[in-house]
């Protein structure tokens, strides 16, 4: 339930010239249009009938426009927070009305040339004109208000916005009675309405995709938008970088194209968020709307680690040296640096390295368009294997062939051992960081009869099976659990352990593969 209090402070006058007595001439000519106050009048010239005739009645709608200077505190409040917006707004403008009821005396000639006209509208007609109009406007706004408080906000926001557009036309401030009692002025009232909804929508970068090739960076962020919970449309996005066109919302989502190949795998960007004028408002109005609808500027943190894969491996030459082969989605946009681990460094793409015969084991890390944020590590053994390092930041203990250790406290270890013989299955394991390619590698295996996979029902001893857990949304690996050890099991994706117990809690509504070597 929302409660909504609006304070207005308006100022304004009211340009008409009234003079002379009441009582209404059975004639009328100039003398009494401008001499009675039952009409309001308007004088135009021009160098010809025509123009004369418009300008008198621009001179009559400017004559009785009103100038607003609005000041409004306008504030909603429900159960869970609190919140305000401040609002301050000076407006003046041309109405565009059509007033029923408009007259022209016949325009003269004047020795100039020139032409005169005079137009008028007598006050009991304007006076119908605008009850006509406030009664349509009342109605429309209860409707508008209604299906806000019901939930239905793509309904109301675009009733506000023709609502606002419609203000511009009225030649007098219109006020309208909200929650009960509560008097304001409308055009002051809708905009901070529609000002409080863009301040307080929810902005949330729900994932990242990647449609890149080896020449071409593409990249895709979906983005929620919601307000007070509510999934909302009526907004379009754009990243705020010259070139980028705006994206529609829908139903709360839309998504932003990206073509430049990110220099961080978390990067900040800004984008604009703007009311969407619906085609079902008239030119004229959206015309309005264009020039006083406002925009919200909003940054995100987006996260491309899940889909940058870099990855490299190795070919033993026939002259003892090594081929490094960088394996990258699309290499073709990015620049490289390898660093060899023996104070050599090389710029090419795949080069080719020859150690000294003294070098026993070397780290190798392969950097990408100069960030340590881009980068990949691994071990090469002096048996010339390669292999993954546990955390490439922090050290330098690889995945070996005789027995994996994690520290879970200061004074215990766990550790299992892994047979020479799994040891390659399992590094292409770790490294197929999508769900259904990981899969089907499971597959290929289980198929030669290398290992069994399916539910935990299927294997034979789950206490000693490998455990994949998949994001069932994006199908992105998000742990490759070891087995079990005294309860506990190492998680290989994020380098940290986990107890059984806690597996159905910290994994729940996510996919689950298991597979065990035989």
Not at 41 to 65: S, T
Not at 149 to 170: H, K, V
Not at 326 to 343: H, T
Not at 406 to 415: E, H, K, P, Q, Y
Request: aromatic share 10%; charged share 25%.
């Amino acid at each position: 339930m929302k409660f909504v209090w609006a304070s207005i402070k308006i100022c304004f006058s009211l340009l008409i010239l009234f003079f002379g007595s009441t009582s209404v001439f059975s004639q009328l000519d100039e003398r009494t249009i401008k001499l009675s106050g039952a009409y309001f009048w308007g004088e135009g010239f021009g160098e010809d009938q025509q123009n004369a005739v418009k300008n008198a009645k621009r001179d009559l709608i400017e004559r009785m426009i009103v100038r607003i200077e609005s000041e409004a505190s306008y504030t909603e409040r429900d159960n869970i927070e609190q919140y305000s917006v401040e609002l301050e707004t000076k407006t003046s403008t041309v109405s565009r009305m059509e007033l029923r009821g408009l007259n022209y005396l016949p325009a003269e000639e004047r020795r100039d040339g020139s032409w005169e006209a005079i137009a008028y509208i007598s006050k009991k007609d304007f006076e119908i004109t605008m009850v006509t109009e406030e009664n349509r406007l009342l109605s429309s706004l209860s409707i508008a208000l209604k299906d806000e408080e019901e939930g239905r906000l793509d309904s109301a926001i675009p009733q506000y916005m023709d609502l606002l557009a419609t203000t511009f036309y009225f030649p007098v401030p219109f006020y309208a009675t909200v929650s009960g009692s509560d008097t304001v002025e409308l055009r002051a009232f809708l905009t901070a309405k529609l000002r409080n909804w863009l301040t307080n929508l929810n902005v949330e970068a729900l994932e990242v995709r990647s449609l890149s090739t080896d020449q071409h960076s593409e990249f895709y962020f979906d983005i929620g938008i919601e307000y007070n919970s509510m999934k909302t449309s009526n907004l379009t996005l754009r990243l705020n970088k010259a070139g980028y066109a705006s994206h529609t919302v829908r139903d709360g989502r839309t998504k932003i194209f990206y073509d430049l190949p990110p220099e961080e795998l978390n990067k900040s960007f800004t984008f604009i968020i703007s009311p969407f004028i619906p085609t079902s408002i008239d030119d004229e109005k959206q015309s309005i709307l264009y020039n006083i609808l406002p925009n919200r500027e909003i940054t995100l943190d987006i996260n491309f680690s899940d889909v940058i894969d870099i990855d490299f491996d190795i070919i033993e030459e026939p002259n003892g040296g090594f081929k490094f082969i960088p394996e990258i989605n699309n290499l073709g946009v990015y620049s490289i640096e390898w660093d060899f681990g023996d104070g050599e460094t090389s710029t090419e793409t795949s080069p080719i390295h020859v150690y000294d015969s003294t070098s026993s084991e070397s780290i190798i890390s392969l950097t990408v368009n100069g960030s340590a944020n881009l980068s990949k590590k691994k071990r090469l053994t002096e048996h010339g294997k390669l292999s993954h390092l546990l955390n490439p930041k922090n050290s330098d203990s690889p995945i070996e062939s005789q027995r994996l250790t994690t520290s879970i406290s200061n004074d215990a270890n766990i550790g299992y051992s892994i047979p020479i013989s799994q040891k390659t299955y399992l590094d292409n394991v770790i490294r197929l960081t999508d769900g259904q390619s990981l899969t089907r590698y499971l597959n290929q295996l289980a198929n030669r009869n290398i290992l069994e996979i399916g539910r935990k029902s299927d294997i034979s001893n789950p206490l000693l099976s490998f455990l994949a857990i998949i994001n069932p949304q994006n199908r992105r690996v998000i742990a490759i659990l070891s087995p079990s050890q005294d309860g506990i099991r190492f998680n290989m994706v994020s380098n940290e352990t986990i107890f059984d117990q806690e597996l159905a809690s910290q994994y729940k509504g996510m996919g689950s593969v298991w597979f065990q070597f035989k």
